[in-house]
């Protein structure tokens, strides 16, 4: 299931609108590199038809997504669950370590020292939701198992 917050979801209609402003822009590039005549050797059209074809799949991703997904907010969250939109403290059982982690919808370009992005579909992410302050989760990580306690939902 793809969960996004309302926010992700602007954020992903805004990014679609932008990605089909580019398709005259693209039309246009490919319509000049066609008037340079040979098609075969005309490494600007082969370009500019590349472009296009990444725009169009990055439309449908999008498309795809925004039909797809199950707008959360915080109201319809019960208190105390780790859910989408959620930024929650977790405290390595074996080390003792602690680490902020917020689960989103919708990984974004933002690096934030402070907190660690997933997805509800990620492995950490599949552990954290539904899950409540106290408790301890099992994450099945590349390299081994790991068990986190649930400090705080912020």
């Known amino acids: 299931m793809n969960y996004l917050t309302p926010e992700e979801r602007t954020n992903l209609q805004e990014k679609l609108r932008e990605f089909k402003k580019q398709r005259k822009i693209l ?8 008037e340079l005549g040979d098609l075969r050797e005309n490494a600007e059209y082969h370009t500019a038809k590349e472009d296009q074809g990444h725009n169009e799949r990055k439309i449908r991703d999008i498309e795809q997504k925004l039909a797809s997904a199950v707008i959360v907010g915080d109201d319809e969250v019960p208190e105390g669950m780790v859910f989408v939109g959620a930024t929650v403290r977790l405290r390595d059982v074996k080390s003792g370590e602690e680490e902020l982690y917020s689960l989103v ?3 974004t370009d933002d690096r934030d ?42």
């Not at 039309?27 to 066609?34: E, F, L």
């Not at 660690?116 to 390299?143: C, F, H, W, Y």
């Open 27 to 34: 039309s246009d590039r490919i319509g000049r590199a066609r």
């Open 105 to 107: 919808g919708e990984l």
């Open 113 to 154: 020292d402070d907190h660690i992005q997933v997805t509800p579909n990620s492995p950490m992410g599949m552990a954290l939701m539904k899950s409540r302050v106290g408790e301890t989760v099992r994450v099945d990580l590349p390299r081994g198992p790991r068990k986190y306690e649930i400090v705080e939902i912020q």
